[in-house]
Each structure stands twice: as structure tokens, then as C-alpha cells.
Nanobody, 113 residues
């Protein structure tokens, strides 16, 4: 059974930075052929796509995070990272990792003003 495990969330002041990690566990290899995605869901908000990365390294970002967030992949470790800079209070949300139909449980990011 494949699982995604996120880590790295926490409380940070506006303007600060955090790096999230998402690691896959299990023996299935389907995830190696699909994009890895970061979503977030804030209180009362719909789930929003934040960033996506393919195995070849091609990335896309949501408009609200372009220029501030960057995603990268360590193929050897089956881990994806989300570097978040210049954080804003509106970035406060649960951040979830996704590949195909598999979702992590999320990690909370709180940005104080």
C-alpha cells in the first residue's frame, strides 16, 4: 500500500520561510510516472493547487504563489519538497501532497501577521 507522508509545517511570522517534504512509502511504482502535486486548504476555503512537478522536473505553480514558492524532487529518495518564501498570513492552510489518487494527511502551516 502506498502512502504519502508530509512534514515540515509549523508556525512562522509573515515574511518567513518553511520547507515542506513529502515522502512516499510502499512498493507500488505508479507514482514514478505521474506528477506530484501540492495542494492547500485554508479554513472555509476550497482545496487549491499550489504546485506540481513531473518526474522530468517540469513545474507549474498557482498564481498566488508564483515567485515565492518552489517545488523540487529527489528521485533517489522518492521525496518532493515545497520551499515557501516570503510567507503571508493568507498562506495559512493545511498543505497536502498528492500523486494520482493517493493523498497525504497534510501538514499545518500557520503564518502570523
Amino acid at each position: 500500500q502506498v502512502q504519502l507522508v508530509e512534514s515540515g509545517g509549523g508556525l512562522v511570522q509573515a515574511g518567513g520561510s518553511l520547507t515542506l517534504s513529502c515522502t512516499v512509502t510502499g512498493t507500488a511504482v505508479f507514482y514514478r510516472y505521474q506528477p506530484w502535486n501540492w495542494y492547500r486548504q485554508g479554513p472555509g476555503n476550497q482545496r487549491e493547487l499550489v504546485a506540481s512537478i513531473t518526474r522530468s522536473g517540469s513545474t507549474t505553480y498557482g498564481d498566488s504563489v508564483k515567485g515565492r514558492f518552489a517545488t523540487s524532487m529527489n528521485n533517489a529518495k522518492d521525496t518532493v519538497y515545497l520551499q515557501m518564501n516570503n510567507l503571508r498570513p493568507e498562506d495559512t492552510a493545511v498543505y497536502l501532497c498528492n500523486v494520482g489518487t493517493v493523498w497525504g494527511s497534510g501538514t499545518q502551516v500557520t503564518v502570523s501577521s
